[in-house]
């Protein structure tokens, strides 16, 4: 009985990881321009980085960007380079894509529910295209799969328990139905990427 052998990995071309860069951070842009249409937060840093623009005058963009600086000297000590460029680029790309969105996007009005599945779905195909692309939107995202490398710990799983602490902080700053709802978003994005995201499944190499 003759054994097949498991196929040589296939590896990104650097224009496929920048289309699927560009497509990730875009979905998740979009993403969390649906959620502030309706008021509503996620988890990770993005979900800080959105509840910090609800109590102050600084805007998703910013903040996102500012709170990810930290995140960048573990990718470089623990991942590489190669993926911190990578994550930087994924993350300023988001940054100035959300910023823009608003000027030509203008929701008047979005039902929680709607707002919830549409940001989760959104933001898990995004981060899912971003991680086959050696990429990450920097702060526990480059925690979540350093983990998942290394210790066989499911990127979903780790984000899911910074997620409780961020919106544990949100029922102490914002009304109990806007919690819930955006706790129905991020459950909604924790379960596409612990999912779909495997390495055992997905083979190809950035």
Request: proline share 3%.
């Given at each position: 009985?003759?054994?097949?052998?498991?196929?040589?990995?296939?590896?990104?071309?650097?224009?496929?990881?920048?289309?699927?860069?560009?497509?990730?951070?875009?979905?998740?842009?979009?993403?969390?321009?649906?959620?502030?249409?309706?008021?509503?937060?996620?988890?990770?840093?993005?979900?800080?980085?959105?509840?910090?623009?609800?109590?102050?005058?600084?805007?998703?963009?910013?903040?996102?960007?500012?709170?990810?600086?930290?995140?960048?000297?573990?990718?470089?000590?623990?991942?590489?380079?190669?993926?911190?460029?990578?994550?930087?680029?994924?993350?300023?790309?988001?940054?100035?894509?959300?910023?823009?969105?608003?000027?030509?996007?203008?929701?008047?009005?979005?039902?929680?529910?709607?707002g919830a599945v549409l940001g989760g779905i959104l933001a898990g195909v995004?981060?899912?295209?971003?991680?086959?692309?050696?990429?990450?939107?920097?702060?526990?995202?480059?925690?979540?799969?350093?983990?998942?490398?290394?210790?066989?710990?499911?990127?979903?799983?780790?984000?899911?328990?910074?997620?409780?602490?961020?919106?544990?902080?949100?029922?102490?700053?914002?009304?109990?139905?806007?919690?819930?709802?955006?706790?129905?978003?991020?459950?909604?994005?924790?379960?596409?990427?612990?999912?779909?995201?495997?390495?055992?499944?997905?083979?190809?190499?950035?």
């Amino acid at each position: 009985m003759f054994l097949l052998s498991k196929p040589k990995a296939d590896r990104h071309t650097p224009l496929e990881d920048v289309q699927g860069i560009l497509v990730g951070a875009t979905l998740v842009a979009l993403a969390v321009h649906f959620l502030s249409s309706a008021n509503l937060l996620t988890g990770q840093i993005a979900g800080l980085a959105l509840l910090s623009s609800y109590v102050s005058d600084w805007s998703f963009g910013a903040i996102f960007f500012v709170l990810n600086l930290p995140f960048y000297i573990l990718a470089v000590r623990q991942i590489g380079w190669v993926f911190t460029f990578k994550t930087f680029a994924a993350v300023a790309l988001m940054s100035a894509i959300a910023e823009l969105l608003p000027l030509v996007l203008d929701i008047n009005m979005m039902h929680p529910a709607l707002g919830a599945v549409l940001g989760g779905i959104l933001a898990g195909v995004g981060l899912i295209s971003l991680f086959r692309h050696g990429a990450t939107l920097g702060g526990v995202g480059i925690v979540a799969l350093w983990l998942q490398d290394t210790r066989g710990f499911q990127a979903g799983n780790t984000q899911l328990i910074f997620d409780l602490f961020v919106f544990g902080l949100a029922f102490l700053i914002l009304p109990f139905q806007v919690v819930i709802w955006s706790l129905l978003g991020a459950v909604i994005l924790n379960m596409i990427i612990t999912v779909n995201h495997r390495r055992d499944r997905y083979v190809a190499r950035s």
